[in-house]
């Protein structure tokens, strides 16, 4: 299967390039210091489309399909990841979710506001407890006349202290029970709904990570998002294209890891000539490269599937792992090849490195995607 880029992923890419270097490469470095999540880039963002990439025209979205948000994703991770990530988050979690299960009334009612990035939103299922185990969670929710009183507490949030609203899963049933989940939209200012710690992390440092906590948070019935019971099977749903993103994020990074790379290469003289021209570095550009078309087509054989209607539960799981490791290797000999100096943060490669390694566990670690694809194959 062979995937030519079609001229709305042309102009997206080209669209991204512009603004990347222009309002994110000047100020990256800073934002990942002071970890400061930039939201006026993302209203900009939304001003080009790209909060609502996969959002049909009559909400105000972009109207594109997986392709294209696969582009915008990369093109941005190549730059930035933490931006990519949050870009990736706000579409396919939060947007995403109200997208494909929210009723006519909540579509015309959320959906020009995110999509048009006036809104950031938060998507909201992992808890201390509970990373890949999701269907122990303890946050509830519990019906009370015409609401819903939340308690709880979600962790490891993008924008989950400055989105403007969140989807929320929380257990409405008995523990363990996979119809026992409900989903509900619940919008920032609702009494009893709060942002907890920022956590301190790594790499992706520009893109917002809290906890959510609910204190008695009450919430109208006509927020439910689909039926009672149904938000655990929606979870899982959504989290088939999230893994697309989080492809296409992991490509990015790999990509601009890669470019940096070859750039570095074929300046920098070691013994009177490039290091390029050394086989111990050639041969990892060799490796790099073709693993990363390998990644691309993976990641684009599932943005196609997914844009067809069909089942992507092994196709979004391969792709995600197989990104994902490649990335984290592609990182690693970046560093390597810059030596010393992929050490140090004057270059972009000891950034890629830092971000690189969350791939490998958002959004379904490695060993889970592993236990995605063996129980299809095995069917």
């Known amino acids: 299967m062979f995937f030519s880029q079609t001229e709305n992923q042309r102009m997206i890419a080209e669209t991204i390039r512009q603004f990347a270097d222009k309002h994110i490469r000047p100020q990256m470095m800073e934002w990942d210091e002071s970890q400061h999540f930039p939201v006026e880039v993302f209203h900009q963002l939304g001003e080009l489309g790209l909060m609502g990439v996969l959002v049909p025209e009559q909400y105000g979205g972009s109207g594109f399909g997986y392709l294209e948000y696969v582009t915008a994703i990369v093109e941005l991770s190549k730059v930035d990841p933490s931006i990519g990530l949050s870009m990736a988050a706000h579409n396919s979690l939060c947007t995403g979710?109200?997208?494909s299960f929210a009723n006519e009334a909540?579509?015309?009612?959320?959906?020009?506001?995110?999509a048009s990035g006036q809104w950031i939103g938060a998507w909201g299922l992992t808890e201390p407890n509970t990373g890949s185990d999701a269907m122990r969670m303890m946050t509830t929710a519990v019906k009370d006349g015409n609401e819903w009183v939340l308690n709880g507490a979600k962790c490891w949030i993008t924008h989950g202290k400055s989105g403007n609203v969140a989807v929320v899963i929380a257990r409405t049933g008995e523990l363990l029970d996979s119809r026992g989940m409900t989903?509900?939209?619940v919008e920032r200012g609702t009494p009893g709904f709060s942002a907890g710690r920022k956590e301190n992390k790594l790499g992706m440092r520009a893109s917002e990570t809290t906890e959510m906590i609910f204190e008695n948070c009450r919430i109208p019935e006509e927020n439910v998002l689909g039926q009672v019971g149904d938000g655990f099977i929606q979870a899982m749903k959504v989290l088939d294209g999230g893994r697309i993103s989080i492809a296409a994020l992991s490509l990015g990074i790999a990509k601009?890891?890669?470019?940096?790379?070859?750039k570095y290469a074929k300046e920098r003289q070691q013994f009177g000539k490039p290091i390029a021209e050394f086989q111990g570095i050639s041969f990892k550009l060799a490796d790099m490269a073709t693993e990363i078309e390998a990644a691309e087509l993976l990641t684009f054989r599932a943005a196609a599937l997914k844009n067809e209607g069909q089942d992507i539960n092994k196709e979004s799981a391969m792709a995600k792992y197989f990104a994902s490791e490649v990335c984290v290797k592609a990182s690693?000999?970046?560093?390597?090849?810059?030596?010393g100096y992929g050490y140090t943060?004057?270059?972009?490669?000891?950034?890629?490195?830092?971000?690189s390694k969350l791939c490998t566990i958002g959004e379904g670690t490695s060993e889970i995607q592993k236990l995605v694809i063996s129980r299809q194959i095995l069917k």
Not at 332 to 339: A, D, K, L, M, W
Not at 346 to 351: A, G
């Open 97 to 99: 979710h109200i997208l």
């Open 106 to 114: 909540q579509k015309q009612k959320y959906l020009p506001k995110l």
């Open 183 to 185: 989903a509900f939209i």
């Open 256 to 262: 601009g890891a890669l470019e940096a790379s070859l």
């Open 332 to 339: 690693v000999e970046s560093v390597q090849i810059f030596g």
């Open 345 to 355: 943060k004057d270059f972009p490669v000891e950034k890629f490195y830092r971000d």
